[in-house]
């Protein structure tokens, strides 16, 4: 982030909570032409572009600056380094967005304020006065509707008018006690809220956030008027979705339309045809090209474009594979962020997501885990604790088939009849809540309890929507690309060395003997570390009675996750704990596994 | 009371908020003693939905049950009728 600037640029930072349309003024005043980069050391994007002479920086949204989770930090950050603010906050909602301003008029870094959803104001009959809010305020405040393209260019056209804000007169002399050489306001103000380490600046957090609290009240009353009795649609429609006689129906409708967009639409079609024009076009052309370099038989030519080729394996898997599902992905993602309906999802599933040691916001990697397991994988950071973070992972290692392999899956075991694929999910329900249980009992700590703020549903912008499943999409590949090149070559020189068939053969007595499966499926579960769809296609080809296959679909999916995903686990849980997740895993899956076929074969 | 024991429509005055973290948070979403919210919703032994002025908040019931409320209105009984209209 510490880039350096051309001399006369000025670094603008757009800051806002949560969904209240601050990728629309970005967009606005960026254009095309954004750099969306990983804030380094977590997975927070930060998308930067240049509008005239400044070089504009979007954070993630926030409730206010301070160090509650990866998403404050980042902010906190990027905002230190600013130049001037653009604050985007909700007309609709100023009494939760006026917290964030206030804080930010405070930390005396320059400052405009646009207040958005102008057009839903009215719609509403709120009135605001914005003038007695700018006078309270001492910085421009400037109304916009982003989604209508209205007030934009005011809104451009007051940047060059920022200033520092006013302090409530309680603030002021705070900062004035303690105040000390080198040290900006901005930072002084997070010192004293307890976000950031000074010596002997005593912790007032809460005093601070009630005083600002309650001058956001009385901000408030001043200048806010609502219209009584006007209760619309998307409110209407917003507390349907929350209760479970109208939620729950809808969210497996939603869950089942996922599911034939991602697991039958992308993986099915997309991807066969994709990987068709990779197998038969690329592949070929790339062995073509090597091989006139190097003898394909040699040992750089096997990792290079072998079976398992750097060149060949990883590259169709990327593209062929993984990139049209992680489009869908995160279009469905993006789609579902921006109407306002996660957190809904969260609340209605709050419960059942205690009794496995997680809270209703698990609902998301979880969601994602379906689409694939390396991004749920990663994205498992927003969760509150750590303990909920390695319950998280767990389940999403053990018990979640990612889209890749959901497809074959499905497809095996639909050919066996309803009954065989019911049994399946009730399996993996079973073993998702007992692992969550067990996990939840036996891990010190306690699960962190629900407070989330529930947005109001909104209507998606197509274009908003398209960007961030673009760059999002490809932010994660560039991430994930590398992780699956390193797994392949490491599969690639297990294989030359032939150390890929010591362990096949080592597998195959328990595979037989206590999983009743022919000795193939060894390579096939061996094989499904590589790809997870790789392994359950193996099964494909073998004669396999119906019981077999249900044992064998039961233990693919408990089995260890790809290869890629082992390695961000390893990443993000350390070796130790990494190891044992792939361990517990892959014991989990041959206990299951085996007992499944004592009893049923 | 507490919060998790309010009905759907019942009016109530924030009292006591847990210590912590949690409380920062809470006051952070507009939630603080002497703040009054409505009872949109409560899911069965799950979280409280509330709602202050325009904005609602999901609130888990453990801790729900830890915010101590005063009731200022009755909630409707358990008819399970809509919440009655509020602003």
Known sequence: MEKNLKSGTKRLVLVGNPNVGKSVVFNYLTGKYVDVSNFPGTTVDISQGTYKNYQVMDTPGIYGVSSFNDEEKVAREVILQADLLLNIVDGVHLERDLFLTLQLAEMGIPLVVAVNMMDEVDRQGIKLDLEALEDILGVPVVPIAAARKTGLEEMANSLCLAKKGNKSSEVKKLLETFTLKDISEAKLLLALEGDFKIEDIPNKREEIYLLRRKRVDTICKKIVCYKDGNNIFAEKLGDKLIKPIMGVPILFIMLFLAYKI????????????????????????????????????????????????????????????????????????????????????????????????????????????????????????????????????????????????????????????????????????????????????????????????????????????????????????????????????????????????????????????????????????IMGIIRRDFGAAGFFNMALTKQQTLVAMTTLTLFVPCIASIVVVLKERGFKQGLGVFIGCIGIAFLIGGIMAQVLI | MTLNQLLPGQKALLQELPEGLVRSQAIRLGLMPGTEIVCVHKLPRGPVIIKKNKQQIAIGEALAARINVKSTQKGESKGGKEPQKWN
């Open chain 1, 262 to 525: 991602i697991g039958v639409f992308a993986a099915g079609t997309v991807v066969d045809f994709l990987e068709g024009l990779m197998t038969t076009y690329y592949e070929p052309w790339i062995r073509a090209v090597v091989g006139s370099f190097i003898s394909l038989d040699s040992m750089l030519g096997q990792l290079l474009v072998g079976d398992f080729g750097v060149l060949t394996m990883t590259v169709t898997y990327i593209v062929g594979l993984l990139l049209p599902l992680v489009v869908a992905f995160y279009l469905l993602l993006s789609i579902l962020e921006d109407s306002g309906y996660l957190p809904r999802v969260a609340t209605l599933l709050d419960r059942s997501f205690h009794k496995v040691g997680l809270n209703g916001r698990a609902v998301i990697p979880m969601i994602l885990g379906f689409g694939c397991v390396t991004m749920a994988t990663i994205s498992t950071r927003i969760l509150g604790s750590d303990r909920e973070r390695l319950i998280a992972i767990v389940l999403l290692s053990l018990t979640i088939p990612c889209s890749a392999q959901m497809g074959v899956i499905t497809a095996m075991l639909s050919a066996l009849g309803f009954g065989y694929f019911l049994a399946y999910i009730l399996i993996m329900l079973a073993i998702f809540v007992l692992a969550g249980t067990a996990l939840n009992k036996l891990l010190p700590g306690k699960t962190t309890d629900l407070l989330i703020d529930i947005p109001p549903m909104r209507l998606p912008l197509l274009k908003n929507v398209w960007q961030k499943t673009w760059s999002k999409s490809l932010h994660f590949l560039s991430e994930a690309g590398p992780l699956f090149a390193i797994g392949s070559l490491l599969i690639g020189l297990l294989q030359i060395t032939g150390v890929l068939e010591i362990l096949q053969q080592l597998a195959a007595p328990i595979v037989v003997t206590w999983m009743k499966l022919p000795k193939e499926a060894a390579t096939a579960f």
